[in-house]
Antibody, heavy 117, light 115 residues
Framework: EVQLVESGGGLVQPGGSLRLSCAASGFTFSRYWMSWVRQAPGKGLEWVANVKKDGSEKFYVDSVKGRFTISRDNAKNSLYLQMNSLRADDTAVYYC??????????WGQGTLVTVSS | QAVLTQPSSLSASPGASASLTCTLRSGINVGAYRIYWYQQKPGSPPQYLLRYKSDSDKQQGSGVPSRFSGSKDASANAGILLISGLQSEDEADYYCMIWHSSAWVFGGGTKLTVL
């Protein structure tokens, strides 16, 4: 059974940093692209970033370029999102998601990030 | 103009069919894209339903009933999620998604009410 469990969310002040983690199990993590997707309260889905199977390619939505960094550790079956220079509009539930359209296209339960003073 | 446009809401009766559209921005040809569809119920993460590019390039998500299907309307430059035999449990938000210009892009979502 595919499982994705996010952690690391919380309350942070504007300009602060957080590091999200996603622990994956139930599949061969190193064989799949992985993504972070967020959802602001009461709003729709917004893709944030994704990373290739071996970590060699990474893509980001324009609004987080230069501030967020996606990474992975295939030895630990883990995905990460380092978020710096956080802003109020980064407030959202952040989901870890398996490769779109694949047999591991599942999402975790999400972790809430609140940016507020 | 947004890359993907979905109607904000749609209502249909139990047992009927619902056609949810996902219109691509002018200049982006629907024929060139795989369109992915997700369902999200309140308080839960999204679930993958299916992807559709053509009748020869489509995939149903694991465990997704066959009454969920994908298609395209080239004349409208739109992807379509068809749900037949609507059930109360189909009431949810539905999102379309494409890979465009090195980014995944979601539509704004359609809230489907079954009443």
């Amino acid at each position: 059974e595919v499982q994705l469990v996010e952690s690391g969310g919380g309350l942070v002040q504007p300009g602060g940093s957080l590091r999200l983690s996603c622990a994956a199990s139930g599949f061969t993590f190193s064989r799949y692209w992985m993504s972070w997707v967020r959802q602001a309260p009461g709003k729709g889905l917004e893709w944030v970033a994704n990373v290739k199977k071996d970590g060699s390619e990474k893509f980001y939505v324009d609004s987080v370029k230069g501030r967020f960094t996606i990474s992975r550790d295939n030895a630990k079956n883990s995905l990460y999102l380092q978020m710096n220079s956080l802003r109020a509009d980064d407030t959202a539930v952040y989901y870890c998601a398996g490769e779109a359209g694949s047999d591991v296209d599942y999402w975790g339960q999400g972790t809430l990030v609140t940016v507020s003073s | 103009q947004a890359v993907l446009t979905q109607p904000s809401s749609l209502s249909a009766s139990p047992g009927a069919s619902a056609s949810l559209t996902c219109t691509l921005r002018s200049g982006i040809n629907v024929g060139a894209y795989r369109i992915y569809w997700y369902q999200q119920k309140p308080g839960s993460p999204p679930q993958y339903l299916l992807r559709y590019k053509s009748d020869s390039d489509k995939q149903q998500g694991s465990g997704v009933p066959s009454r969920f299907s994908g298609s395209k309307d080239a004349s409208a430059n739109a992807g379509i999620l068809l749900i037949s035999g609507l059930q109360s449990e189909d009431e949810a938000d539905y999102y379309c998604m494409i890979w465009h210009s090195s980014a995944w892009v979601f539509g704004g979502g359609t809230k489907l009410t079954v009443l």
